[in-house]
Structure formats: C-alpha cells, structure tokens
C-alpha cells in the first residue's frame, strides 16, 4: 500500500468538508492567494490531479497537454489556461473533484511507489507525484480557511510536506539563482501529534526549531516566516525560510509579513 495515496485523499476529505458548507456565491469570494477565488483554486486543484493522473495513464497524452500549455505560461495566463480546461464552477465543481479525488486515491494506493512518471520538469516516482498532489491541496485549502475564518485540524500527514521541504531545500535558492549554503540548517519540529521530527546534521550551528505545521506553511509559501513562531538561529537558516519553496516552477516571493492570516485571528 502507497501511505502517500492515502494521506492525499484524507487531506482531500479535509478540504471537502469545508466546501460542503458553503454557499453558490462563496465559490465567488476573493482569497488572500493573487486574488484567487474559491473557483480559481478547485479549478486548479482538479485541473493537476487530473494531469498528474495522466501522466501515468497516457503520458504522451499529458505531455501533449503541458505542450499546449506553454504558449499560456509564457503569456503568464495559467488562470486562462486552467479555466479553459475545466467547465464546472461552484458545488458542481466540488462534485467532480470529489469523485476524481477518491477514484485516483484508490487506484494509486496499490501502485509500485518507484514507477516513474513524465512531469512538467523532471521525471518522478509516482510516491513524490502523489506527494504532490497532497502538498499542493493542503497548501490551496488554506487559503481557503483563512477566508472564511475556519482553522483546520492537522495530523501527522503532514509528515509527507515536511519530507518535501527537507528535499527542495536546495531547489529554492537554486531557482532564484543564489547559492545555497552547503549544509542544510538541522530541523526540531513538533509534529501535530507532539512527536518531535528532526531532519539533517546537527552541528552545523544552524537550526530551526517549532511547529511543523509552520515549517509547511513556509515551505509551501502560505505564511511569510515572520507570521510564524518558527526560531531560526544561523544565517543559513533565516535565508532558507526567506527563500524556501517546495514546489515546481518559476521563483515565487512569499506573502508579505501580515498578508496572509486567518480571519479567525
């Protein structure tokens, strides 16, 4: 069994709990990620589960599709492209991310997690794909929590965005053209659970401690580090929370310090 398959669908589950609750014009309503609403987010999520699913189905075909894309990424209209692809809005929307969500889950739990699979940039296992899809839908959903002043109960699933933060350490500074510092800063997080995490050399005289719900927001670009309590202690370890970015693409600045809070408070 691929754990990761299972955590994508329960975080989800997470997130659809949320959507039942709203109403036709809240999937109208502005979140505090680039003025995205409700739709511009589940359209975004549904639009690369169901890449990410073709990759493995017909990766010609989704090489095919990302071809297509291209002319939209370089005219910076991926909003165009993506709703372009996909017709349905509001709870109709919802709908049908759900039944593709759970279909996919329950197909890629038994995968082997070393098959390889075309993507945007380089090929990956299908283990880091469906840790994808997780991380990038517990990211899009808070925004969607925030808006609507809802805080979400997180779980040691999170353990998967952690894992990838570790990973792309380097992808960060590399992106935007900076050298990153040769030792990873050692990680102390406290899991949801209160189990403690640690991840890299001790040592180094670089460490960031906290929750790791907040190393995740940071590494997945939701809050600026300064909105966290996340103590960071060398020079190495304040430039990767400025800098870190787990995810795929071109270089993103993070929210500005205030910018993206909870409603609730």
């Not at 993506?82 to 889950?105: K, T």
């Not at 517990?138 to 979400?152: P, S, T």
Request: glycine share 6%.
């Amino acid at each position: 069994m691929m754990q990761q398959a299972v955590d994508f669908r329960e975080e989800c589950d997470v997130l659809l709990a949320l959507l039942d609750t709203l109403e036709p014009a809240d999937f109208d309503r502005s979140t505090m990620f680039k003025q995205w609403t409700v739709n511009d987010v589940m359209v975004h999520l549904h639009f690369w589960n169901k890449a990410a699913d073709q990759s493995l189905q017909d990766s010609d075909g989704f090489m095919d599709l990302f071809a297509k894309l291209q002319s939209f990424l370089a005219a910076g209209n991926l909003r165009g492209f993506e709703n372009s692809e996909i017709a349905e809005r509001g709870q109709e929307l919802v709908a049908v991310w759900r039944d593709f969500y759970r279909d996919m889950a329950d197909r890629w739990v038994s995968l082997d997690p070393k098959i390889r699979v075309k993507w945007a940039g380089p090929e990956m296992s299908v283990r880091s794909s469906m840790t994808a899809r997780q991380m990038e839908t517990w990211a899009h959903a808070q925004e969607i929590f925030d808006l609507f002043g809802k805080v979400r109960q997180e779980t040691d699933r999170i353990r998967n965005i952690v894992i990838l933060g570790v990973n792309t350490y380097q992808w960060g500074f590399k992106v935007r053209g900076i050298a990153p510092p040769a030792d990873m800063p050692h990680l102390t997080l406290e899991a949801p659970s209160g189990t403690v995490w640690q991840f890299g050399e001790d040592g180094s005289g670089n460490t960031i401690k906290g929750s790791a719900v907040e190393f995740c927001q940071v590494v997945t670009q939701t809050r600026n580090v300064a909105d966290t309590n996340l103590e960071m202690i060398g020079e190495a370890a304040r430039l990767w929370m400025e800098n870190a970015q787990c995810f795929a693409g071109p270089p993103e600045t993070p929210p500005a310090p205030g910018v993206r809070l909870n409603t609730a408070g």
